[in-house]
């Protein structure tokens, strides 16, 4: 499993029109994002209109081109665009990625097995 997260801005004159957008978005977007193999997908807003989204799944870059290839999320994709600033392209395509430097679970697995650092042995 991959885990992805990314980050967009809206413009902050159009924040409560995006989010009214996403209330809720539309049935068959929903069914394309789940046909990509994304799951847990959520979005965070932020101050400013910054917002970061995150997903997981299995191949991002069969998830991408899946999507990039839907008609569905074309007319999604093309109806959201207006809504962000300093974007080229597709939102869904063109988000700025972010670097995960700490997951729990993975971290929690790597020291499972692990000889701590306050055992003597």
């Not at 977007?29 to 959520?42: H, P, Q, T, V, W």
């Not at 972010?98 to 993975?106: I, K, M, S, Y």
Request: net charge negative; glycine share 6%.
């Amino acid at each position: 499993m991959i885990r992805v997260a990314f980050q967009l801005q809206i413009d902050p004159a159009l924040i409560d029109e995006y989010v009214a957008r996403h209330t809720p978005v539309w049935p068959e977007m929903l069914a394309e994002i789940e046909a990509s193999g994304r799951r847990n997908y959520s979005l965070f807003l932020g101050d400013g209109g910054r917002l970061f989204g995150y997903y997981e799944v299995d191949d991002d870059t069969a998830a991408q081109a899946y999507l990039a290839a839907s008609p569905v999320a074309a007319r999604w994709e093309a109806e959201m665009a207006r809504y962000f600033v300093g974007l080229e392209g597709r939102p869904d395509q063109a988000a700025t990625p972010l670097a995960e430097v700490f997951n729990l679970h993975d971290q929690l697995a790597a020291t499972a097995d692990a000889p701590s650092e306050s055992d003597p042995s």
